[in-house]
């Protein structure tokens, strides 16, 4: 069964830093690109972060450059992302994909997770 599973949100005060975590089962993770997504009620879902299998190359929505680094650990099948500086902005559900490349073009993605909660307090 393929399945992407997120972890790591939670409740966290501004200022504050968050891992989430992708982990990957069910096929080839490294043939992936794989693309973080938030959405916040009320607000379109926004692509912030990709990180390619084909040259590692890393990429981030304005939003979130400089704050938010994305990372992948092949042999646990997992991609990261690690928040840092926290706004109450980011408050959103965060979800993983993988597509064959980076994107934010969410209909172009084959698997997704079913997101996890990140809030963050003022």
């Known amino acids: 069964e393929v399945q992407l599973v997120e972890s790591g949100g939670g409740l966290v005060q501004a200022g504050g830093s968050l891992r989430l975590s992708c982990a990957a089962s069910?096929?080839?993770?490294?043939?992936?690109?794989i693309v973080w997504f938030r959405q916040a009620p009320g607000k379109e879902r926004e692509g912030i972060s990709c990180?390619?299998?084909?040259?590692?190359?890393?990429h981030y929505a304005e939003s979130v450059k400089g704050r938010f680094t994305t990372s992948s650990d092949n042999a646990k099948n997992t991609v990261y992302l690690e928040m840092n500086s926290l706004k109450p902005e980011d408050t959103a559900v965060y979800s993983c994909?993988?597509?064959?490349?980076?994107?934010?073009?969410?209909?172009?993605?084959?698997?997704w997770g079913k997101g996890t909660l990140v809030t963050v307090s003022s």
């Open positions: 990180i390619s299998s084909s040259d590692g190359s890393k």
């Open positions: 994909a993988a597509g064959d490349f980076c994107t934010w073009y969410f209909y172009g993605m084959n698997y």
């Open positions: 069910g096929f080839t993770f490294d043939d992936y690109a």
